[in-house]
């Protein structure tokens, strides 16, 4: 079974922090994205990558960046953490190969609360 | 943006009860795909059904498209409260990303 873990569950941070979120996936997928969720929001994606060192905007990229220095890990980095980054964050990889017909695997999930 | 959003955003039911979610999109698809998630939990994939099928079964889910009406339904039969959880439809946009909608909720009472 695929596997995707992030480092914590729940996190607490104030605002200012520099804030690092990883995710590793053990199934060599090459394409990992990251996610957060908000009541009535549903998901929205904040930055994808489809290999190492490859990196795309989401739909909500303001006030983050990400790094994939190796295939299994994605990080997502808060350069200055907000209150209103306070959310559910989610990581998920998928196969690549061009097509669409690939599920997307993902991560428990890290809440974070910025105060 | 969204693409797919489902109706209705929250459904209650009792065990053993048969529950439809909806979900609608706007633009063309390949496919169309639902997920659940559980409780502050990450979303595991249930289903996925391609643009050029109409119906599909899973166990006890059932996931029909009409990609005419742009609508797919996912009914769940004999509900267990282990269904419990929120359901979500997701459609590929560019670059392959998903596309989900809000979620409905699903409560199923023993």
């Known amino acids: 079974d695929v596997k995707v873990t992030q480092s914590s569950r729940y996190l607490v941070k104030r605002t200012g922090e520099k804030v690092f979120l990883e995710c590793v996936q053990d199934?060599?997928?090459?394409?990992m994205f990251w996610y957060r969720q908000d009541p009535g929001l549903g998901l929205r994606l904040i930055y994808f990558?489809?290999?190492?060192?490859?990196?795309e905007k989401g739909d909500i990229p303001e006030g983050y960046s990400v790094s994939r220095e190796k295939k299994e890990r994605f990080s997502l980095i808060l350069e200055s953490a907000s209150t209103n980054q306070t959310s559910m964050y989610l990581c998920?990889?998928?196969?690549?190969?061009?097509?669409?017909?690939?599920?997307?695997?993902f991560g428990p999930g890290t809440r974070l609360t910025v105060t | 943006s969204q693409q797919g959003e489902e109706d209705p955003q929250a459904l209650s039911i009792q065990e053993g009860e048969n529950a439809t979610m909806n979900c609608s999109y706007k633009t063309s698809i390949n496919n169309l795909q639902w997920y659940r998630q559980n409780s502050g939990r990450g979303l595991v994939h249930l289903i996925l059904?391609?643009?050029?099928?109409r119906e599909k079964h899973s166990g006890r889910l059932r996931v029909t498209l009409d990609t005419s009406k742009k609508s797919s339904s996912l009914l769940i039969t004999a509900s267990r409260a282990a269904d419990t959880a929120s359901y979500f439809c997701?459609?590929?946009?560019?670059?392959?990303?998903?596309?989900f909608g809000a979620g409905t909720r699903l409560a199923v009472h023993p």
């Open positions: 990558s489809y290999d190492v060192k490859m990196k």
């Open positions: 199934m060599d997928h090459e394409n």
């Open positions: 998920a990889s998928r196969e690549a190969g061009g097509r669409s017909n690939y599920e997307q695997y």
């Open positions: 059904i391609r643009s050029n099928e």
């Open positions: 997701a459609t590929v946009g560019g670059y392959n990303k998903l596309i």
